[in-house]
């Protein structure tokens, strides 16, 4: 099987906090689902870093070179 995507990893964190929710789990599983929820949510941001990496846009501008911000972010000049 291939690496989780994105929306794999979010489908599985919103099945797991719907568990948690209905307050059903023993206290083991609600332990176990709760280190799955970390660990998703941890693959998670390192795939939205990831996607805002590739986001940010290089361009040329009177043979300068800058970076475009993305949502606002300041650059250093």
Excluded at 51 to 56: D, F, P, V, Y
Aim: hydrophobic share 40%; with cysteine; glycine share 8%.
């Amino acid at each position: 099987m291939g690496e989780m995507t994105f929306e794999q990893a979010m489908t599985q964190l919103e099945e797991l906090v719907e568990q948690m929710e209905k307050g059903e789990l023993t206290l083991e599983q609600a332990l176990i689902a709760h280190r799955e929820a970390i660990g998703l949510i941890d693959f998670c941001q390192r795939c939205l870093d990831r996607a805002e990496k590739q986001m940010r846009l290089v361009t040329e501008a009177g043979g300068r070179i800058s970076l475009v911000p993305w949502e606002g972010e300041e650059l250093d000049d």
